[in-house]
């Protein structure tokens, strides 16, 4: 099994800063790609930012200089820091993993997590 927890979700002001973590945990033998995705109501879910494990990330284009996508992989976890953030960055954030689950076994799975709710309201 393996599991995505993210944390650090809530409600911040106009301006303000939150960052995200989501912790990988189980039978994991090697984390490829990790990523935020976010999908605010009545939305279809959207990239938000990827890591690759050598630290090279890509953002979605309306989304770049206002958050920064970071991992430890010594942790298994990855971040987001968004800061200036907007009332339409409200949504319910997601984190993604590209696994591979063992030494034995080539292949690679799609993780999510459960999902953090950011509220950006005064």
């Known amino acids: 099994q393996v599991q995505l927890v993210e944390s650090g979700g809530g409600l911040v002001q106009p301006g303000g800063s939150l960052r995200l973590s989501c912790a990988a945990s189980?039978?994991?033998?090697?984390?490829?790609?990790m990523g935020w995705y976010r999908q605010a109501p009545g939305k279809q879910r959207e990239l938000v930012a990827t890591i690759t494990t050598g630290g090279t990330a890509n953002y979605a284009d309306s989304l770049k200089g206002r958050f920064t996508i970071s991992r430890d992989n010594a942790k298994n976890t990855v971040y987001l820091q968004m800061d200036s953030l907007k009332p339409e960055d409200t949504a319910v954030y997601y984190c993604?993993?590209?696994?591979?689950?063992?030494?034995?076994?080539?292949?690679?799975?799609?993780?999510w997590g459960k999902g953090t709710q950011v509220t950006v309201s005064s």
């Open positions: 189980g039978s994991i033998f090697r984390i490829n790609v």
């Open positions: 993604n993993a590209n696994i591979r689950r063992y030494y034995s076994d080539f292949r690679t799975y799609d993780y």
